[in-house]
């Protein structure tokens, strides 16, 4: 029951730092910028990519045509002449202004992170010290296997992953303090 307890205080204590990240010290937002013209650019995006959702990366070159030093070739020039977009699209579109289920999902996805970390942290015979360095240790093997990727190989900018290694180490040590007190709390009563 203590880990339980612990996740709900992780989950709540790191959506709470999520919302003030965010919205307060804006974290979520560097490297993200408003298109000069967003009307040209939404007019393109069916004709360009179609009606299916996804993930798309342009320019393109079809996996299968990595043997082709042709067509490896004439992708290198292309680009590296041209724009680079990795964009996330919606042919329906979406409200983003309508946070609702993005926030319990969100709450969901925390509180399941710090269920996973609380498990971690109840091992007998870690202190609160240990335990709060598990918690960092987690933040940055998070962020080292999915944010540097994304700056690596989808070019997203560097001061969006280092915004987000702040964002995580800060959110998860805020967090794994809570949880840290609460787990060990029953370790220092007196027999």
């Known amino acids: 029951m203590r880990i339980l ?11 709470i730092w999520g919302a003030l990240a ?23 995006l069916h004709e360009g990519l179609g009606k299916e959702p996804g993930v798309y990366i342009l320019p393109w070159l079809e996996p299968e045509a990595m043997g082709d030093e042709a067509a490896v070739k004439a992708y290198g020039a292309k680009a590296s002449a041209g724009p680079y977009a990795w964009v996330v699209y919606l ?25 996973v970390l609380a498990i971690l942290m109840s091992v007998p015979g870690l202190g609160l010290g240990r335990r709060l360095g598990l ?15 994304y700056w690596n190989w989808y070019r997203f900018p560097a001061s969006f992953t280092a915004a987000a290694l702040v964002e995580q180490l800060i ?6 303090a809570a949880m840290a007190w609460w787990i060990g709390r029953r370790e220092r009563r007196p027999a």
Do not use: C, K, Y
Request: proline share 8%; aromatic share 6%; glycine share 14%.
């Open 5 to 15: 307890i612990a996740a709900l205080i992780g989950g709540i204590v790191m959506f």
């Open 22 to 44: 965010h919205m307060a010290l804006g974290l979520g937002n560097p490297g993200i910028h408003p298109p000069t013209h967003e009307d040209v650019v939404l007019a393109s």
């Open 91 to 115: 042919p329906q579109g979406d409200d983003m202004t309508r946070m609702g289920p993005q926030l319990a999902t969100q709450w969901v996805g925390d509180t399941l992170a710090a269920l």
């Open 135 to 149: 918690a960092g240790a987690a933040a940055v093997f998070a962020w080292l296997s999915t944010m540097v990727p």
């Open 171 to 176: 959110g998860w040590l805020l967090a794994g």
